[in-house]
């Protein structure tokens, strides 16, 4: 794996593919995520959970987590005119990155080189990242959130349950754990949880996304919770940047498949 993972960084085989997010109302794009997978020559297309352990035990996550960032925004500049002013770029960010100094300089490098006004770029940060309060951390926030820039915690609901961390740093929203949408519509407590994250994320005037919703049934039970954006196969897969192109040309497609309707 060590030497396959090495060879992938020289031929250059790991790609982004962009999931988008859509609106509660309308199932409107409002943001693209930007996923890392590995496009093998003969295994295919390979998730990021498969070698993503091997990339950070080589010491590799600083760098492949700067590509990412530099890759997913010049693609993002090149949709950038054809996108409604509210889209926003994602971007998975991990420890290593944010505890490497310069970083928030370097975003403003990136953000310049693609022409993206910070303000369309959020950075997607798990818990436990958080949880290291150093004073190098909170001054690499304080950059970028001086830019513009904004953060949302990735997988919420899934770290230690304390929230305190919130107080400490600019926090713009929270994406609900995907693991939570599998159970929500046979287990009360899986439904409690998720009820009170969005309750939690209003009374913060956070902005709130449910992961991994995948059926109408799904979607309607979310909808009885409240009414965050969503991310999941039942409205998009992750894709290349060529099928995104192609979703472009067809009006970005912001009508409901019709199985939800069905299941209103
Ligand atoms: O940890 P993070 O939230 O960044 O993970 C995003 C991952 O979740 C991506 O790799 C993406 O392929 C996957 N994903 C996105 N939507 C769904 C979904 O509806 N169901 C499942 N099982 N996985 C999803
Ligand atoms: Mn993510």
Redesign the pocket.
């Known amino acids: 794996m060590d030497r396959a993972i090495r060879q992938a960084l020289q031929k250059r085989e790991l790609v982004l593919h962009y ?1 988008p997010i859509v609106s509660p109302r309308g199932y409107s794009i409002v943001a693209f ?1 930007a ?1 890392l997978r590995w496009q093998h020559p003969q295994r295919g297309l390979i ?2 959970m498969e070698f993503l352990p091997a990339l950070e035990k080589l010491g590799f996550m600083y760098q492949v987590g700067n590509f990412v960032l530099h890759e997913g925004l010049r693609q993002f500049g090149r949709w950038l005119p054809m996108l409604d002013p509210h889209v926003v770029l994602n971007i ?1 960010i991990s420890a290593a990155q944010l505890s490497h100094s310069g970083f928030a300089e370097m975003v403003r490098t990136e953000l310049e080189g693609a022409n993206v006004p910070a303000s369309r770029l959020v950075l ?1 940060l798990t818990e436990t990242v958080l949880f290291a309060r150093t004073k190098r951390l909170k001054d690499e926030f304080a950059a970028l959130e001086a830019l513009g820039v904004r953060f949302v915690i ?2 919420f609901g899934t770290g230690y349950g304390s929230y305190d961390y919130l107080k400490h740093f600019p926090i713009h929203g929270v ?1 609900i754990d ?1 693991h939570f949408m599998h159970a929500i519509g046979h287990n009360l407590i899986v439904k409690a949880i998720v009820k009170s994250i969005i309750g939690l994320a209003r009374d913060l005037d956070f902005d709130v996304t449910a ?4 059926t109408p049934q799904q979607l309607k039970q979310l909808n009885e919770l409240g009414t965050p954006n969503i ?3 039942l409205f998009h897969r ?1 894709q290349s940047a060529a099928a995104v192109e192609k979703l472009a040309c067809n009006g970005w497609l912001t009508h409901p498949p019709v199985t939800i309707e069905a299941a209103g």
């Open positions: 999931q995520e996923l998730g990021p998975n997607e990735d997988d994406k995907k992961e991994g919703i995948e991310q999941g196969f992750p």
